[in-house]
């Protein structure tokens, strides 16, 4: 015999959601990427990234 | 007093602002030998050099870390590093085509309001003005900034709509934040705000969408700004498809396409809690595109009202 929390007639009665178990998702980080750790455009950075504008290296790594 | 910074006597030195997302940034020299200017799509963000949030001096000198200074975060890739040295934040640069030796550094006071940056005189062009913010210092300073308590960047493409719609594509390396970004150029009405990094600020109860000057190989950069509608985070697929995307895992998904200090709890922990605000204001999808004109007509589509 099953037995309710709730009253008949309160919030849950018949409307209960079946139990689903917790799932765990991993998400991919990929850390060069995202501790600005690369360019994109010649692998470097600063004042010798001769492949970006103006000996800046304005793309980034994506 | 950040360690090493000269005094600053007689008139305002020369230089210039930068505005990123409402975001202003002055650097300026004492030094008359070192000329300044903001190269490339930096200079679509240039500004006065009038009341800034960040002001930075930039000077010659020997890059390091210093002999007092504790590692705080390598970045893994032999760019950069950040070190504490007596409360100060210190990026120190290093470039393989350079050799070992740092290039640059940038130190910040720990209210990240004034930086000073020293240059390696030999490894930049004899009375040629220069950019001194070079990637990746640019951005550096930028997440810094932007994680306390101002916004966060996002690894995206941004569009303005021909109906003023701000639409935000994001994804990794290869998701097709570019491809989508020149799928829209030259639509009738349309802005690209860039085709590789946006910021995002919640103002005034409103997400808005900031261009930056961080552009992908479209070179696509502008210093506009829009309310955010909709979010899609992006893959390529063999037809166009939208799926909604609960909002725990869009919290998490867009965080995997974040710019965020991994070494500050502080920031972490608000660039969380605005990704969470950022997802219960905006509808993220996720969107499987075909890439050819028929993805606009479909994004367009799917615009909720």
Known sequence: MSQSTSPPGGPDDGKRKPYEKPRLSQVALRP??????????????????????????????? | MIPGDPVLAGPRPSGFGLDIAGIRVTVTSEDPAIGL??????????????????????????PSPGAAADLLFDSGGGLWRLYNERGCHRFVLTSPVLGPAPYQDATFDPS????????????FLPR????????????LLMVHLLS????????????????????????????????????????????????????????????????????????????????????????????????????GTAVARIFACSFTPFHDAAGLEFSLRLLSEIVAHCPCVEFGFRPDDDAIDFVLQSLPG
């Open chain 2, 148 to 247: 306390q308590g101002r916004g966060i960047e996002i690894h995206a493409s941004g569009i303005v709509t021909g109906d003023g719609r701000g639409l935000l594509f994001a994804g990794q390396s290869g998701a097709g934040k570019t491809t989508m970004a020149n799928l829209w150029r030259g639509q009738p009405g349309v802005t690209i705000l860039s085709d590789e990094r946006v910021i995002l600020r919640s103002e005034g109860g409103v997400i808005w969408m900031y261009g930056t000057p961080w552009h992908g190989e479209g070179r696509l950069a502008s210093p506009g700004r829009v309310p955010l509608a909709q979010i899609f985070l992006l893959r390529h697929a063999p037809e166009n498809r939208v799926m909604p995307i609960a909002p």
């Open chain 2, 112 to 123: 990240y309001r004034h930086a000073h940056v020293r240059l390696r005189r030999d490894v």
């Open chain 1, 32 to 62: 060069q990427e995202a501790v600005l750790g690369s360019c994109k455009m010649s692998g470097v950075a600063g004042p010798a990234s001769a492949d970006c504008t103006d000996l800046s290296c304005s793309t980034a790594g994506s």
């Open chain 2, 128 to 139: 040629v003005p220069l950019y001194p913010l070079e990637y990746p210092l640019d951005e």
């Open chain 2, 37 to 62: 200017i903001p190269t490339g799509t930096a200079a679509k963000f240039a500004t006065s050099t009038e009341a800034a949030d960040l002001d930075i001096h930039v000077g010659w000198g020997s």
